[in-house]
């Protein structure tokens, strides 16, 4: 079968995929990774095809309108304001889209364009389902993902769903009119009209995490699975002065933002050299998409490193708390200090904390080192948070993220 994986955004947006894809491969499937150039050397080795889009996530988040992001405060603000950024991003990802799915067999939409992925599949007849990375669909059970996850009450909580559903709607109305005006697409109408016939039909979203992590909520609607984890497809090695640094001491804390950018690394870097110090631990940064430095006899400075070797020999990892990390962290089995920037960050930390792998969070804004270094302290000396995370880590290798995804082609198209 020839399947096309479509996703945007960040690297933990896109490497879930490549592991679920070289599955997929191994199974007989012909796979293609449709997603942003940037990505393109996640993919080697894999089996899996790449098909280029456009937009360089890197150089948005840098731009004036990405660092626009820091000067909101609430999550609702951030997350209009980038469904702003994104509106334009989406058309022009479309014609790469439409491309990479004319001579497929099945369109697997990620949740970051399944209301593009979903269209594009109904003007070529061709079946589709989402793999969603965040449990994006409105519930009562817990506050949207999007907004940062603080529960509002029952009634709340599934407003919030709707406005964060809403908004996402209104990213793709002009995407949606490219597939008509552009390509000849015939479809049952804009974006919110596409999604509900979507719900109704029970259109089905496989989640790429663990009911051990976040159980299923019990109001959503059939068709809504969790699958579990998507481990990203990743052959490196880690870089000779890594392990030469791993050895020279005891193991190090981790301290890393991913894809998050920040308004002043160098005041964050040394912030964060300071609460090491004062914790009395090595540490490795990693210099990510915010550009953090420091190296110290006890510190160490790295670029992109494969968080499967890396972070399994760690004492702790800092960590922003965005889902693709979180997944990481817990598949090492390994305390962790959530700073959650913005979006679903907020849930997951939650969720660490609540699974009692995590003492506690220090969100990006208030990051000093008299904030970092005694919740370092606490992750680190508490025997109880590395128990329960080992023991996590060991439920979670037990399953299989990509068995149910397989099911669930089968029945897509039988």
């Keep these: 079968m020839r399947v096309v994986i479509m996703t945007a955004g960040s690297r933990g947006d896109v490497a879930p995929y490549t592991g679920l894809g ?18 393109e050397p996640l993919t ?7 098909h280029p889009t456009p937009v360089d996530p890197l150089a948005v988040s840098h731009s004036d309108r990405g660092r626009s992001l820091h000067a909101s405060t609430t999550g609702l ?6 469904a702003s950024m994104a509106r334009s991003a989406a058309e022009e990802m479309t014609d790469a889209l ?12 990620a949740g970051a364009v399944a209301p593009l992925g979903a269209a594009i599949a109904e003007g070529l007849r061709l079946p589709s389902l989402g793999l969603f990375l965040q449990p994006q669909h409105p519930t009562r059970e817990f ?6 996850g603080r529960s509002l009450g029952s009634v709340g909580n599934r407003l919030g769903g709707l406005a964060v559903t809403t908004a996402v709607d209104r990213v793709f109305t002009r995407a949606l009119r490219r597939l008509r005006t552009r390509h000849g697409m015939t479809l049952r109408g804009g974006p919110v009209a596409s999604r509900r016939a979507h719900e109704r039909a029970l ?11 976040v159980p299923r909520p019990r109001d959503w609607r059939p068709g809504l699975e969790i699958a579990g984890y998507w481990w990203p497809h990743d052959t490196r090695e880690l870089p000779r002065d890594v392990e030469e640094f791993l050895a020279a001491g005891p193991a190090p804390v981790f301290v890393g933002l991913g894809s998050a950018t920040v308004p002043d690394p160098q005041r964050l870097s040394g912030e964060i050299v300071r609460a090491l110090r004062t914790a009395g631990l090595r540490g490795v940064v ?25 972070f399994p020999r760690m004492a702790a990892v800092v960590h922003h708390a965005g889902a693709g990390t979180t997944a990481a962290v817990l598949r090492a089995g390994v305390p962790s200090v959530p700073v959650p920037v913005q979006f679903d960050a907020g849930f997951w930390a939650a969720r660490l904390i ?22 370092l302290r606490r992750a680190v000396s508490d025997p109880g948070h590395r128990g329960r995370a080992q023991d996590l880590a060991r439920r979670l290798a037990e399953e299989d993220g990509v068995a149910p995804v397989l099911t669930a082609l089968d029945r897509l198209t039988s």
Excluded at 44 to 50: I, L, P, Q
Excluded at 77 to 82: D, E, F, I, P, V
Excluded at 203 to 213: K, N, R, T, Y
Excluded at 356 to 363: M, Q
């Design 44 to 50: 080697a080795g894999s089996g899996v095809r790449f």
């Design 77 to 82: 603000g951030k997350l209009l304001r980038a």
């Design 22 to 39: 070289a599955g997929l491969v191994r199974s007989g499937h012909e796979v293609t990774l449709a997603t942003h150039g940037l990505f």
């Design 143 to 148: 506050g949207a993902p999007m907004l940062g």
């Design 203 to 213: 259109w089905p979203v496989l989640h790429g995490f663990s009911e051990q992590v």
């Design 98 to 109: 439409v491309q990479a799915a004319r001579g497929a067999d099945v369109v697997l939409a």
């Design 354 to 375: 609540a699974l009692g792998t995590a003492p506690c969070a220090v969100p990006l804004r208030r990051l000093t080192a008299d904030a970092l270094a005694p919740a």
């Design 286 to 310: 990693q210099q990510g998409w915010a550009g953090l430095a420091a190296r110290t006899d006890e510190v160490i400075t790295v670029g992109d490193v494969p968080h499967a070797l890396l």
